[in-house]
């Protein structure tokens, strides 16, 4: 980094010859990477620089300053050089920040390092470099999942003492195959506890950049406690008393708050909430007192710090306690060694899931007095080995707990509850926003902005533990409120409440030309609003490594055409480096509706590299510059015949993203037409039904129950975590109301088409079938018309009798007759078609005999009076 201090402090970037005059300088080799200068104003002036170099300058300060341009100049960030060579160090894949494979970036390149280069020396200086401590164990085999990129054959080769890994020897190092990527674990010796009587009692520090500083204990409480005991190794907690208890320190006092359940292994596992945290009240610092190892306790795979399979620790050995004779006197003992309450349960636990504990207690038998389970009655024999007996376990009555679950972030979701060791929910009858300011509260996320039920979040599972709750909106916790009374209530799981808290938090950049640069927003408070473009260069790698949008970022002047936002939620950002991993973790000032003005707003542009600048796809890539981005969660369909039809797209953090298929089906598809005004869904496609999309696919696992108000209400993974790839992009087809009749239900659409075309096919055929058997007759008919007035009227006509069958001929000739007896006074008989076309007619003016119904025959004479019969008159 560096910062030019000479005069007015001078913030834009340089160009790659003014910054290899400052490697040269440094011994590091000529400049690899340079930030691109940032000047506002008119384009002609983007060429101009700032500093102006031949190349063979000896020093920066012998190059051409134009101070001219310094007003433009809008970049309030240090400009960053990447010199040949630079080295730092990283772990990546661990549990925690302080251990996973080591990659080694040399120059603008991270490469792995061969297990047998790393030797312990090497490994204390990493840990030293990254604030971690010493170096604990260096796991081989890529015991942290293989690296992406080269496998460096030049070798460190330091004493241990160098504060960097930079300022090592090298030399020639091995030629391992695949699989052989170095690991490695350091204490993590980022939080303390000191001025106490011990190690394991006092105030809480944090390590920040070498420098350590006490925390805040607004929100610290014993579950926070309970995981900086087990992180530092002092057995359990005792206690975590507020106020300064250890004193006050010299230091000013990060605002970090963490949210610990109490089960995690570290403290950085933890969710924490520090950006717009108010400044701690001075001497309000953070403080634990941990019982220490000796016979200290512990519960492990539980859902809270008061309920789990039961460890002891023996000569600082953790071990297990075993069921035999296990019951609620030693549970009750258990439970008030950890300050847990009583016990509720004593149950038989599944041995340890992972690795080799050996057995530390077995037929514990307890009075129930005794105020450490070492002081019970224990057998003095412990043949058994690992793994073939059940453990001990407790649940206390301390483990109860509220969460949030299955809601896009930890202060929004369905309410659920903790009791007796197993999760349930809450129901909505007469569920409002006292109870939600409860829960709220509770897990320290501000008030509520909004009480729902329904199953706003998706039906949950299990019990259902509450009812009919009416707090006054002052409890402490929910189960303090009345109620109908653990596990009683007349509810499904379609009523379980949910709440929105004023806490939840969300994040994007909303540009309409392309993803990964625009406008910087945050959800807060229920609404979107502006940044402050008060961020470090730090702070912006953090934003976009959190948006996927790569490790580098750059401030940009503001779209002078799109309307400012109502708010400006937050102003002076400052991520630590090398220390927070989200935007949520950086100090800054506090939240404030307007922390700046509008000509203040951050507009971002991330890049993979520094100095990148994305090129302008020319056109609108995600919205349209007419009518400004879509508002976050907007739904649309694309690739389909028509508005109701295609590939399901969400807009989320700046970008339009595809929905994954699995789990999608009619009650999803149903939100989507709702959400689209297109009535109902007839068909959930999945499989890319309508083309792969494009972007990241943001929604997987989605579960609806087809009466969310839109998808981003229905449970799913969260934003981007999905396994999914476009080949699994789901669709949607819906029947949008017209004048027209309504679609067939999707299950019979199919078959509704094949019946039409069949039957036209069939129709068709019928009427070929009867056009090949009427037309010759009829062109017969029309011969003998034209013969008959070629003649004389006297004269006899005749005419050719097909082969037509002789019984069939007699039934015609028959009705004929019939009719001409029922007809005397007539002028006209009327015969059948088949009769006239066949050419009985003619067979009658031939004179042959016709036999009627009284059995008798009579000749026909071929002078036949036509008037009887004219050929005009017959019906064909």
């Known amino acids: 980094m560096i910062r030019i201090t000479e005069g007015p402090v001078i913030r834009c970037g340089l160009h790659q010859k003014e910054a290899s005059i400052f490697c040269r300088r440094l011994g590091c080799g000529p400049a690899l990477q340079a930030s691109r200068p940032h000047l506002t104003g008119h384009p002609g002036w983007l060429g101009s620089k700032i500093i102006s170099c031949q190349g063979t300058e000896s020093s920066i300060f012998n190059c051409r300053f134009n101070l001219n341009f310094l007003d433009l100049c809008d970049l309030p960030t240090d400009s960053e050089v990447v010199c040949a060579g630079h080295t730092e160090a990283r772990l990546v894949g661990g549990e925690h920040p302080c251990a996973g494979r080591l990659e080694v970036r040399r120059g603008l390149t991270w490469g792995t390092v061969c297990d047998s280069d790393l030797d312990l020396a090497t490994a204390h200086v990493v840990c030293r470099e990254l604030q971690c401590g010493a170096a604990v164990s260096t796991p081989e085999g890529a015991r942290f999942g293989r690296g992406s990129g080269p496998v460096w054959t030049e070798a460190f080769r330091c004493a241990g003492n160098e504060s960097l890994l930079f300022h090592c020897p090298r030399g020639r190092g091995s030629r391992c195959g695949p699989g052989r990527d170095a690991g490695l674990r350091c204490t993590g010796a980022k939080f303390r506890m000191v001025n106490g009587s011990s190690s394991c009692e006092g105030r809480v520090e944090l390590q920040v950049r070498g420098s350590w500083a006490p925390l805040c204990a607004t929100h610290w409480d014993i579950a926070d406690a309970t995981v900086l005991c087990h992180q530092l190794n002092c057995g359990n907690v005792v206690a975590a008393p507020g106020g300064g208890h250890f004193g006050d320190g010299d230091a000013a006092i990060w605002p970090d708050a963490f949210h610990c359940e109490g089960t995690e292994p570290y403290l950085w596992n933890c969710p924490v909430s ?482 039409v075309v069949l039957g036209a096919l069939l129709g068709l055929l019928l009427l070929g079938l009867m056009a090949f058997l009427i037309l010759p007759r009829v062109t017969q008919a029309m011969q003998r018309g034209l013969g008959r007035s070629e003649v004389s009227p006297g004269e006899a006509i005749y005419d050719v009798i097909g082969e037509m069958p002789l019984a069939g001929l007699y039934e015609e000739i028959t009705e004929a007759e019939a009719v001409l007896q029922d007809e005397e006074d007539g002028s006209v008989v009327k015969v059948d078609t088949e009769a006239a076309v066949s050419g009985e007619v003619s067979n009658l003016l031939e004179g042959q005999s016709i036999r009627a119904e009284g059995g008798h025959s009579r000749p026909v004479s071929q002078g036949y009076d036509e008037a009887a019969f004219p050929l005009e008159e017959m019906t064909l």
């Open 274 to 755: 520090t950006l717009g945290a108010p400044a701690c009240a001075p001497g309000n610092t953070a403080s634990a007192v941990c019982s220490g190892l000796p016979h200290a306790l512990r519960l492990r795979e539980g859902q809270s710090r008061c309920d789990g399979r039961v460890e002891v620790s023996l000569d600082g050995v953790w071990g297990r306690v075993l069921d035999d004779a296990w019951d609620l006197h030693g549970a009750g003992v258990v439970c008030r060694q950890l300050g847990c309450g009583g016990a509720q349960q004593a149950y038989d636990a599944p041995a340890p899931s992972r690795g080799s504990v050996q057995v530390a207690l077995s037929r514990v038998r307890c009075l129930g007095t005794e105020t450490r389970l070492t002081q019970c009655n224990v057998s003095a024999t412990l043949q058994e080995p690992a793994g073939t007996s059940r453990d001990a376990g407790v649940v206390c009555s301390g483990s109860l707990r509220v969460r949030l679950a299955a809601g896009p972030g930890r202060c929004a979701g369905r309410v659920e509850v903790l009791h007796g060791g197993a999760w349930g929910t809450v129901c909505d009858d007469a569920w409002d926003l006292q109870d939600a300011h409860v829960v709220c509260r509770q897990l320290g996320c501000g008030r509520a902005l909004s009480a729902l039920g329904a199953a706003h979040f998706g039906a949950g599972a299990g019990r259902i533990w509450l009812d009919e709750l009416g707090c006054q909106g002052h409890e402490s916790a929910l189960w303090q409120c009345p109620s109908a009374g653990w596990g009683r209530h007349d509810c499904r799981h379609k009523e379980d409440a949910g709440v929105f808290c004023s806490e939840f938090t969300d994040l994007r950049l909303q540009d309409d030309r392309q993803p990964c640069t625009g406008r910087l927003e945050v959800f807060y408070n229920g609404t979107w609003g502006g940044v402050c473009r008060t961020l470090s260069a730090a702070s912006l790698g953090v934003l976009c490594g959190q948006l996927g949008c790569g490790s580098h970022g750059q401030l940009q002047a503001g779209a002078g055409s799109r309307s400012a936002p109502e708010f400006l939620w937050v102003g002076s950002i400052q991520c630590r480096d090398r220390h927070d991993r989200s935007l949520w973790q950086c100090p800054s000032a506090p939240w404030d509706q307007h922390s700046c003005s509008s000509r203040e707003e951050a507009w971002v542009v991330c890049t993979e590299k520094a100095g990148e600048v994305p090129e302008d796809p020319g056109e609108p890539l995600n919205c349209s510059s007419s009518l400004g981005c879509p508002e976050e969660g907007a739904l649309r369909v694309r690739g389909g015949e028509d508005r109701c039809s295609g590939r399901v797209e969400l807009w989320h953090a700046g970008s339009w993203g595809t929905v994954c298929d699995d789990g999608w089906d009619l009650a999803d598809a149903e939100v989507v037409c709702r959400q689209l005004g297109c009535g109902r869904a007839v068909a959930a496609l999945g499989a890319a039904a309508f083309g792969p999309g494009s972007g990241p696919v943001w929604l997987d696992e989605v579960g609806c129950r087809g009466s969310e108000a839109s998808l981003w209400g229905c449970p799913a993974e969260r934003w981007g975590r999905g396994d999914c790839a476009h080949k699994e992009d789901a669709g949607v087809r819906c029947w949008e109301p017209g004048p027209g009749p309504p679609l067939p239900a999707a299950p019979f659409r199919t078959f509704w088409v094949v019946s």
